[in-house]
């Protein structure tokens, strides 16, 4: 069983940086992908970032730039899924959930097998 715990969000200001961090523990096959997706006041979950077994990274276009994420360690170890936040903006402001999808890629949150419980970055303009 795939367990994901998320830490790092908050209140910040418009500019500012944040990181976010997701413990994942569990077994994964080598073909799963992990990923951050945000769902903002209002609107529908929707995908971030997303980071493949062989490294490969992809990111939303209004994140592009801006975001970046990365892992230390690697499964099936324990390991941790950063997502460094610069620049925010107040269109930013969601709850942040990491999630994994055990094989292949995707962008569509409907697709992912395994969520954490989300963490609140606020950004006030």
């Known amino acids: 069983q795939v367990q994901l715990v998320e830490s790092g969000g908050g209140l910040v200001q418009a500019g500012d940086s944040l990181r976010l961090s997701c413990t994942v523990s569990?077994?994964?096959?080598?073909?799963?992908?992990v990923a951050w997706l945000r769902q903002g006041p209002g609107k529908e979950l929707e995908f971030v970032s997303g980071?493949?077994?062989?490294?490969?990274?992809?990111?939303?276009d209004s994140v592009k730039g801006r975001f970046t994420i990365s892992r230390d360690g690697a499964p099936p170890a324990q390991n941790t899924v950063f997502l460094q936040m610069n620049g925010l903006k107040a269109e930013d402001t969601a709850v942040y959930y990491c999630?994994?999808?055990?094989?292949?890629?995707?962008?569509?949150?409907?697709?992912?097998?395994?969520w954490g419980q989300g963490t609140q970055v606020t950004v006030s303009s």
């Open positions: 980071l493949r077994y062989s490294g490969m990274t992809y990111y939303a």
């Open positions: 569990g077994l994964i096959s080598i073909s799963h992908s």
């Open positions: 999630a994994v999808r055990t094989r292949g890629y995707s962008r569509d949150p409907e697709d992912f097998d395994f």
